[in-house]
């Protein structure tokens, strides 16, 4: 039974490639050398990725013009943290191994530190998390009972209840910081941005579906739901609210900085979780944000009860924006607008912090660009939807920009000012969590995580037999990525989500058409030193489908009456979307 149910999760999760060129002819007829491309980000990370280790560990973060570090969210070791999946998509399985005991050994969070809850979440217990269900491709010998159980599992979970003091409001909305030694300080701060609320969802649920304690998913689902009982009557939410008193402190309404992720997570955790309530949200605040923001497929900011323009300008953090819309569907708006901020890329070499759209110009005192990943992100959703040789043209342009202007002998500086391209003494770790990863990605098709569900393994939990990495990763907002298939391997209750008898009906329809097949892998989709490690490591059992051309596949009635359509992407990374004609 629980293996029919990991195959449904594989059906779902296979996707339909949109109709375009096929990659290799794409790149071709612009003359574009991918692989020289791919090389060259590797390159990139491991000059940022070692002087980290040389000159900053065990540090959060590198300085990079002074070859030293600095702790910044919390001392966690975090570009460790941080980099770990990355590692394992560009085919270290040696240095994967390594870091997972290193962190082991090393982090602590019984800590007398105030840390971002926000920041805490999606970059130490995403990374945690993207970790864990990662350890059996890269080698490591799981202990039994995974993925329900194990060492870096264990850490999430530890580092996630440090967080939970701070959702105990009245409103179920988190305060902003926490000491992960004694809860909220007693002078804290009410107010806290949107995305600091909305922005759990991915991880907590995860959590909870893993170890069966449903307090973290509770706890996000509140917080979330918090946030949508008090947008305003037009439909739009603000920057910052009160946690306490509910009161909106910012009324500025628009889709980056403040706010951005609460919409995506609305999105992921649709998608991760089936759950039309998430998505209908989001398709509501959808139609407030055409209505009041968007203004030549550029999107503003405004006044969150009159929907008057506040704030003509685009901000780097929207570029995410046309990513994901294409995760439901939206292709043509997407490439829209992300030909607009690819624009202002080509202007200034990256996209400064604020950029004034009737003056074509920076803003004053927000000129930098701190190699931030969200328009490279949206070009490999993009590209995946749609083989536009357009959108590698970004990722070619990115490589030049950040290699001519932000790369110095111990790493990669942020650009404090893209005018003149003075450098700030600064490596977020985001950008080798995001920034080079989404790159490498955008050069890689062939990558596992671009997985179309014709590859996955089989693994026996305590629970029944489960399928994993079948593809249709949900990347968390720190480009962490999480298997979907996972949360049904861990069910601990009787009730399954999953009607067996459209199940099966669907799956032997398909099986008799010959369009999908079970039979022993005779070999792996990725790179030499993956498929080794996962054929070394313990447990489990590897499965091949192949299939001779891409087809629709949806999933079986969900107790929501709806099916987890397949829109805008090839099962490369958060694949599967909600289709708002299925919630309607």
């Known amino acids: 039974m629980s293996l029919l149910r990991g195959l449904g999760a594989l059906l779902c999760l296979c996707a339909l490639r949109l109709p375009g060129p096929p990659a290799g ?3 071709a007829a612009r003359g574009l050398d991918m692989a020289a491309y791919r090389e060259r980000v590797r390159a990139m990370f491991y000059h940022a990725y070692e002087h980290y280790l040389e ?41 994967f191994q390594r870091v997972v005991t290193v962190l082991q050994e ?14 805490t979440n999606i970059r130490v217990v995403g990374g945690l998390l993207s970790a864990h269900l990662l350890s059996k491709k890269a080698g490591i010998e799981v202990e039994v009972g995974w993925p329900c159980s194990g060492p870096l599992l264990r850490m999430a979970e530890e580092a996630a209840r440090k967080l939970l003091p701070a959702f105990q409001t009245p409103t179920g909305m988190p305060y902003g910081t926490v000491n992960l030694l004694h809860g909220v300080n007693p002078g804290e701060t009410p107010v806290t941005c949107t995305a600091g609320i909305g922005t759990f969802i991915v991880e907590f649920a995860t959590l909870s579906h ?17 946030l949508w009982k008090n947008r305003s009557d037009i439909g739009l939410v603000g920057n910052h609210i009160d946690v306490v008193t509910a009161k909106w402190v910012a009324q500025d309404a628009g889709i980056g900085a403040g706010v951005d992720s609460y919409f995506e997570y609305l999105v992921k955790g649709a998608i991760l979780l089936q759950d039309k309530e998430l998505m209908s949200m989001f398709l509501e605040y959808n139609k407030a944000i055409k209505n009041y923001t968007k203004f030549d497929d550029w999107y503003l900011w405004v006044q969150m009860y009159k929907g008057t323009v506040s704030m003509p300008v685009f901000q780097s953090l929207e570029a995410y924006w046309p990513g994901l819309q294409s995760l439901i569907g939206d292709v043509d708006n997407a490439m829209r607008t992300f030909l ?21 110009y ?39 920009s950040i290699e001519k202007i932000s790369k110095v002998d111990c790493g990669f500086a942020t650009i404090k000012d893209l005018r003149d391209h003075r450098l700030d ?8 969590a995001e920034t080079v990863k989404y790159l490498y990605l955008l050069f890689d098709p062939d990558n596992f995580i671009h997985n179309d569900g014709s590859d996955f393994d089989v693994v026996i939990t305590p629970y029944g037999e489960c399928v994993l990495n079948a593809g249709g990763y949900i990347f968390n907002t720190e480009a962490h990525p999480i298997d979907p298939a996972a949360l049904h391997c861990c069910r601990k209750r009787k009730e399954e989500q999953w009607e067996v008898e459209d199940l099966m009906r669907e799956f032997y329809s398909l099986k008799k058409n010959k369009k999908f097949t079970l039979k022993q892998a005779s070999e792996h989709g990725e ?19 192949k299939k001779s051309s891409h087809s629709l596949l949806s999933c079986p009635s969900q107790s929501f009456n709806s099916k987890l359509a397949v829109l805008g992407q090839d099962g490369s990374s958060v694949t599967a979307s909600l289709g708002a004609e299925l919630l309607w």
């Not at 969200?374 to 490589?399: C, F, H, K, N, Q």
């Not at 003494?425 to 080798?432: A, G, I, P, T, Y």
Request: aromatic share 12%.
């Open 210 to 226: 893993l170890t069966g304690d449903p307090v973290f998913e509770d706890v996000a689902r509140k917080a979330l739901k918090a």
């Open 106 to 119: 090393g982090v602590d969070f019984d800590i007398d530190v105030n840390a971002s809850v926000f920041e």
């Open 527 to 545: 790179g030499e030193s993956t498929k080794d490690a996962t054929d070394a490591s313990s447990g489990g059992e590897k499965r091949n489908s």
């Open 55 to 95: 000159s900053a560990f065990p540090y959060d973060e590198l300085r990079p013009l002074t070859c030293d570090g600095q702790d910044t969210w919390g001392s966690f070791s975090l570009t460790l943290i941080d980099a770990l999946d990355t590692l394992l998509i560009l085919g270290n399985v040696s240095e």
């Open 425 to 432: 003494n600064r490596m977020e770790s985001f950008f080798l």
């Open 362 to 400: 920076t803003v004053d005192k927000r000129e930098g660009y701190p190699l931030r990943p969200e328009l490279i992100e949206s070009a490999m959703y993009l590209y995946r939807a749609t083989r536009d040789p357009t959108l590698l043209e970004l990722g070619r342009d990115a490589v030049e």
């Open 340 to 360: 607009n901020y690819y624009t202002v890329w080509k202007q200034f070499g990256g996209l400064p912090e604020f950029y004034n759209i009737p003056q074509g």
């Open 25 to 27: 002819t794409a790149a």
